[in-house]
């Protein structure tokens, strides 16, 4: 079964707070792991990219995998009104996989 | 930076009518892919398309479907008898390795009236 969970929100939070925005998925298999920004019509931005379990940091933003509970984690500090977005979790296989989609998580940063 | 590019950004067409839509992946990258996103859902993959030919497919890529690279550069999605269902955005995604990760275009708005 192919399914990534996420809960749509909208998560709203103050300016300055730390985020956390979560993901499950249930196919053992997937191995690499995506969080992706996507404003109101626009295509899906690549904020990070993580191989297997571990923690990958970029600036204010974090990525967490935990395999062997299949939970995907990001993190976002110092948030900003500009981060007000939905924020999309996405996972595959590898190789020529389409990658399985959360249905975003819809972010309010309140100035 | 490179981009991938969408044409265009909105389409409207009337159902039953044969829509293409185009992109342009970034120039080093071998793979190819399209998904869809209707209003307020997931975004879902279509297709996968690596050295001339389809790698994977979902089930929503039936035979109303179908890709092509006509050149080097351009990446085309068919939809050959548009239903009012077809109505989604369109997204082009390529990628340099299979494995590595997806770089998205901006999308095409389909509209079927």
């Known amino acids: 079964q192919k399914e990534v969970e996420q809960d749509p929100g909208p998560l709203s939070v103050p300016e300055g707070a730390i985020v956390s925005l979560n993901c499950t998925y249930s196919n053992s298999a997937f191995q690499y792991f995506m969080w992706y920004r996507q404003y109101s019509r626009k295509g899906p931005e690549l904020l990070m990219y993580t191989y297997s379990s571990g923690n990958k940091e970029d600036g204010r933003f974090t990525a967490q995998v935990d395999k062997s509970s299949k939970y995907i984690s990001l993190f976002i500090r110092d948030s900003q009104p500009s981060d007000s977005a939905t924020y999309l979790c996405?996972?595959?296989?590898?190789?020529?996989?389409?990658?399985?989609f959360g249905k975003g998580t819809h972010l309010i940063i309140q100035p | 930076e490179p981009e991938v590019t969408q044409t265009p950004s909105h389409q409207v067409t009337q159902m039953g009518q044969e829509v293409i839509l185009r992109c342009v992946p970034i120039s080093n990258h071998l793979y190819f892919y399209w998904y869809r996103q209707i209003l307020g859902q997931k975004v879902e993959f279509l297709v996968s398309?690596?050295?001339?030919?389809?790698?994977?497919k979902s089930e929503i890529f039936d035979d109303q479907f179908s890709v092509e690279r006509p050149d080097g550069s351009n990446f085309t999605l068919k939809i050959r008898s548009t239903k009012l269902e077809d109505s989604a955005m369109y997204f082009c995604a390529s990628s340099s390795r299979g494995a590595d990760p997806l770089y998205f275009g901006p999308g095409t708005r389909l509209t079927v009236l």
């Open positions: 996405a996972t595959s296989g590898g190789g020529a996989d389409g990658l399985t």
């Open positions: 398309f690596y050295n001339n030919e389809i790698s994977e």
